[in-house]
């Protein structure tokens, strides 16, 4: 059975939802609160997250964010009463898996979390492992293996970068955008330590795995 976890303040909703989703089979977990969802999740085994964007203590926005930084790719399920929210979710492409606006259809909303959860079984498959060009990626040990079947080793960080690039091949991601997303809260420097980490993987991967779009930034190369 899967656990889902209600991140939401008002009483009456996380009653609503947590009936609907036992009723189809769920294991319902709630928290009032963002710091609360901090404890759930290191304490118990969570499958999707529902979030509110408007809790006490932080916005939603800022704990998905936090939790994406932070590698975890739990699914998230954004609950929001504001449809102006919905655009600032999409728009800054914070890895939400799915997005739902109040008032909702219950029914709507137990299929939304399954479709999502069956997502999320086929790309757990074979996640930690990612081709690019004639380099093979481990996401789980931050290496690469090139063709002739030589490891390659990355920092953290190197290694975040060349992921977030991945996540969006098409997309042209700003200095300040790499650093927020890679280095965050965290960081005390300037773009150029965004330009440090881009020559480092150039001289292990190839000059032509980060394209730099003059002007604005990097993104991933035609390798
Ligand atoms: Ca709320």
Request: avoid cysteine; glycine fraction near 8%.
């Amino acid at each position: 059975m899967k656990s889902i976890l209600i991140v939401e303040d008002e009483e009456d909703m996380v009653e609503i939802i947590s009936y609907t989703l036992k009723e189809n089979g769920f294991i319902v977990l709630s928290a009032g609160s963002a710091s609360e969802m901090w404890e759930k999740l290191s304490n118990d085994k969570i499958d999707l997250i529902l979030l509110d964007i408007g809790l006490p203590d932080e916005s939603g926005i800022d704990v998905l964010k936090t939790l994406r930084r932070q590698e975890n790719d739990v699914p998230v399920v954004i609950l929001t009463a504001r449809r102006s929210d919905v655009d600032k979710i999409v728009g800054l492409e914070l890895g939400a898996d799915d997005y739902i606006t109040k008032p909702f259809n219950r029914y709507e909303l137990v299929a939304r979390i399954r479709s999502v959860l069956r997502r999320y079984v086929g790309h757990k498959g074979n996640k930690s492992i990612v081709k690019l060009g004639k380099n093979t990626l481990n996401v789980d040990s931050y290496t690469a293996v090139d063709e002739e079947g030589n490891e390659i080793e990355f920092t953290k960080k190197e290694f975040g970068l060349l992921k977030l690039l991945i996540s969006s091949p098409k997309k042209v991601f700003t200095r300040e955008e790499i650093l927020d997303r890679i280095w965050g809260d965290d960081f005390f420097g300037d773009f150029r330590t965004v330009d440090v980490h881009v020559s480092k993987i150039r001289e292990k991967l190839g000059d032509s795995v980060i394209k730099t779009v003059r002007g604005v930034g990097y993104k991933l190369g035609g390798t």
